[in-house]
């Protein structure tokens, strides 16, 4: 089975501070993606990588950066922490290719607190 | 643009009633489509897709259907059990903007009392 695991379910910072969260997958997938989950908005695409130490824009990048240094492990990075992002922020995964390269994995979640 | 539109919720249900979730996009071409269930506590996972025109998805009892003419693909369960209380999102993939990015909806709340 995928597993596509992230680094905390619960998370409190402080508003200024910089902040990582961490996702890692064993299934060896090409594709990793950072959603932000908001009650009313559904998922929305903050960033996405398609290969190791590349990484495109989604929907809302601004405020976010990400990080792929191995391709197991997406990192997201809050530069500067606001009450704004206060969210669940999901990361995801799924292969290059194939039929089912569309069927995104999904961790469980990090709900984050700013404060 | 591509978007996914949901009924709002919440649903509420008793068990063994019947289930719809309505769900329509927009989209250009022939997108595939797909059905996200959260149960509380978890991330999401994948029920049932459909990738093309008249095709049926089905998974542990829900159903839904590509229809093309009318852009939906609403989501069907004959008899709901407690066990399916989540959130469920309708999804989209574009034809184009590659990496299988998905577009979700807002997602619909299910809570099935005994």
């Known amino acids: 089975d995928v597993k596509v695991t992230q680094s905390s379910r619960y998370l409190v910072k402080r508003t200024g501070e910089k902040v990582f969260l961490e996702c890692v997958q064993d299934?060896?997938?090409?594709?990793m993606f950072w959603y932000r989950q908001d009650p009313g908005l559904g998922l929305r695409l903050i960033y996405f990588s398609y290969d190791v130490k590349m990484k495109e824009k989604g929907d809302i990048p601004e405020g976010y950066s990400v990080s792929r240094e191995k391709k197991e492990r997406f990192s997201l990075i809050l530069e500067s922490a606001s009450t704004n992002q206060t969210s669940m922020y999901l990361c995801a995964s799924s292969s290059g290719s194939g039929s089912d390269s569309y069927e995104q994995y999904f961790g469980p979640g990090t709900r984050l607190t700013v404060t | 643009g591509n978007s996914v539109t949901q009924m709002e919720g919440p649903v509420t249900l008793s068990e063994e009633a019947f289930l719809t979730i309505n769900c329509t996009y927009t989209a250009t071409g022939y997108p595939s489509l797909f059905w996200y269930v959260q149960y509380p506590g978890e991330g999401l996972q994948l029920l049932l897709k459909?990738?093309?025109?008249?095709d049926k998805g089905s998974n542990k009892g829900f159903e839904a259907t590509y229809r093309k003419e009318t852009t939906s693909f609403h989501l069907e369960k004959g008899s709901v059990q407690v066990s399916d209380s989540a959130v469920y999102f309708c999804a989209l993939s574009p034809v184009s903007g590659g990496y299988n990015k998905l577009i979700f909806g807002a997602g619909t709340r299910l809570a099935v009392h005994p």
């Open positions: 459909a990738t093309k025109a008249d």
């Open positions: 299934m060896d997938h090409e594709n």
